[in-house]
């Protein structure tokens, strides 16, 4: 079963301009979370997404925002990208459930802010 | 306030010995607990969950949670070099979201490095 893919796995962007990342998750899981690891503040969530719903969101700035499609695909955005934006974008797609199962994460999006 | 602590490492432990990972947590609320594992370069995967205090075993993984604490733990029988990476603790704080939601909050992960 393919696992959770992610694209593009590298970027390299300039400061002021924006960013759109993808994610398909796992066959069967409409549950898709993303968040961010950098080597300061390590993993940070940043949203979760649930039939195309925004169940609950971390504390970032507006500048970041998702959307999840009916297929259960989500993208994710960032507005007016500064250089601390730097960072691995994971994805994560989960089966929803009354005992929620693990988290299968994606490979990831390294985005790079010049 | 951070909600979950681990202490950063490296963590040196050499070939066939235990390996203790420990985490702490803020929110009492908190009902389930995770550890992931990371290489580097690679994404974290799961490797032991726990809900219920006292001990979880799983081949050579042993979670260990006190909810009274606010501790979980991680052994690691036998370590072998294999085990080398960083090792994530995850707390589920979702119920503050409502039924369903699924938010975990990560510690910053112990380097575990096993020396042949």
């Known amino acids: 079963k393919a696992g959770v893919t992610q694209t593009p796995r590298y970027l390299i962007k300039t400061r002021g301009q924006q960013v759109t990342l993808s994610c398909s998750p796992i066959?069967?899981?409409?549950?898709v979370s993303w968040y961010q690891q950098t080597p300061g503040q390590g993993l940070q969530f940043l949203f979760e997404?649930?039939?195309?719903?925004?169940?609950n969101k971390g504390n970032f700035p507006g500048r970041f925002s998702g959307r999840q499609f009916s297929n259960s695909r989500s993208e994710m955005n960032v507005s007016t990208l500064e250089l601390g934006d730097s960072a691995l974008y994971l994805c994560?797609?989960?089966?929803?459930?009354?005992?929620?199962?693990?988290?299968?994460f994606g490979e990831g999006s390294r985005l790079t802010v010049l | 306030q951070k909600e979950v602590e681990q202490n950063s490492g490296p963590l040196s432990v050499p070939e066939g010995a235990i390996a203790s990972l420990n985490c702490t947590y803020s929110?009492?609320?908190?009902?389930?607990f995770f550890w992931y594992r990371q290489y580097s370069g690679k994404s974290p995967e799961l490797i032991m969950f726990?809900?219920?205090?006292g001990d979880k075993e799983d081949g050579r993984f042993t979670a260990q949670l006190n909810k009274a604490s606010q501790y979980v733990s991680l052994l690691i029988r036998d370590s072998q070099p294999s085990d080398s990476a960083t090792y994530l603790c995850?707390?589920?704080?979702?119920?503050?979201?409502?039924?369903?939601?699924?938010?975990?909050?990560f510690g910053k992960g112990t380097k575990l490095s096993v020396i042949p």
């Open positions: 066959s069967g899981h409409r549950s």
């Open positions: 994560a797609s989960r089966l929803a459930g009354a005992f929620a199962g693990e988290l299968f």
């Open positions: 726990i809900y219920s205090n």
């Open positions: 997404y649930f039939s195309e719903t925004q169940r």
């Open positions: 929110d009492r609320g908190s009902q389930s």
């Open positions: 995850a707390v589920n704080i979702g119920t503050r979201y409502g039924a369903g939601s699924y938010q975990l909050t």
